[in-house]
T-cell receptor, first 116, second 115 residues
Framework: DADVTQTPRNRITKTGKRIMLECSQT?????MYWYRQDPGLGLQLIYY???????NKGEISDGYSVSRQAQAKFSLSLESAIPNQTALYFC???????????????FGPGTRLLVL | DQQVKQNSPSLSVQEGRISILNCDYT??????FLWYKKYPAEGPTFLIS?????DKNEDGRFTVFLNKSAKHLSLHIVPSQPGDSAVYFC??????????????FGQGTRLTINP
């Protein structure tokens, strides 16, 4: 079984609709992240969470919200989807490890979203 | 402002030869660098990393070189194999502030290994 799973894998929606993308992990990591990937732009950070009570905005949080329901679950919502939110969305997790250490993030398979 | 840049969108290499993927960065505070590999319809997978206190890290066929004065890192794959065909992202992070470790990604380079 995959350590980081995302549902749905593909989604088509219409402008103005509210949708939720879900992420679950079995790695036991406290830290979780949501990224979007656009062609030619790499991955951009939307939101991140270091534990269940911690939520932080990333570079491009406008138009998005998140919910950390449990250590293993981190959901991303588009309150009112717009066409320029069409992108590939990735969830990731990491473990803080040793104090002062450098973390590696582990990614889910992605959700391809099309907003018409 | 693109802090991490991969200036080559694509690279084609013959099987068995060396593949060299390049990455430049602008933020001198970055102290940890990673390479991720991504196949179609999959998420990025961690490949190799290097701390700023080193200038080289090797793992099997993969070696990452860091030139801090030039703010440049490269990934060498020797010998290249068809299964190496993928998109490669470099990423960088600065020392954590208030526990935050955020990765900044380059745009990616699509590597194609030709038989």
């Amino acid at each position: 079984d995959a350590d980081v799973t995302q549902t749905p894998r593909n989604r088509i929606t219409k402008t103005g609709k509210r949708i939720m993308l879900e992420c679950s992990q079995t790695k036991g990591h406290d830290r979780m992240y949501w990224y979007r990937q656009d062609p030619g732009l790499g991955l951009q950070l939307i939101y991140y969470s270091f534990d269940v009570k911690d939520i932080n905005k990333g570079e491009i949080s406008d138009g998005y919200s998140v919910s950390r329901q449990a250590q293993a679950k981190f959901s991303l919502s588009l309150e009112s989807a717009i066409p320029n939110q069409t992108a590939l969305y990735f969830c990731a997790t990491s473990d803080p490890g040793l104090a002062g250490g450098q973390e590696t993030q582990y990614f889910g398979p992605g959700t391809r979203l099309l907003v018409l | 402002d693109q802090q991490v840049k991969q200036n080559s969108p694509s690279l084609s290499v013959q099987e068995g030869r060396i593949s060299i993927l390049n990455c430049d960065y602008t933020n001198s505070m970055f102290d940890y660098f990673l390479w991720y590999k991504k196949y179609p319809a999959e998420g990025p997978t961690f490949l190799i990393s290097i701390s700023s206190i080193k200038d080289k890290n090797e793992d099997g066929r993969f070696t990452v070189f860091l030139n801090k004065s030039a703010k440049h890192l490269s990934l060498h794959i020797v010998p290249s194999q068809p299964g190496d065909s993928a998109v490669y992202f470099c990423a960088a992070s600065a020392q954590r502030i208030q526990g935050a470790q955020k990765l900044v990604f380059g745009q990616g380079t699509r590597l194609t290994i030709n038989p």
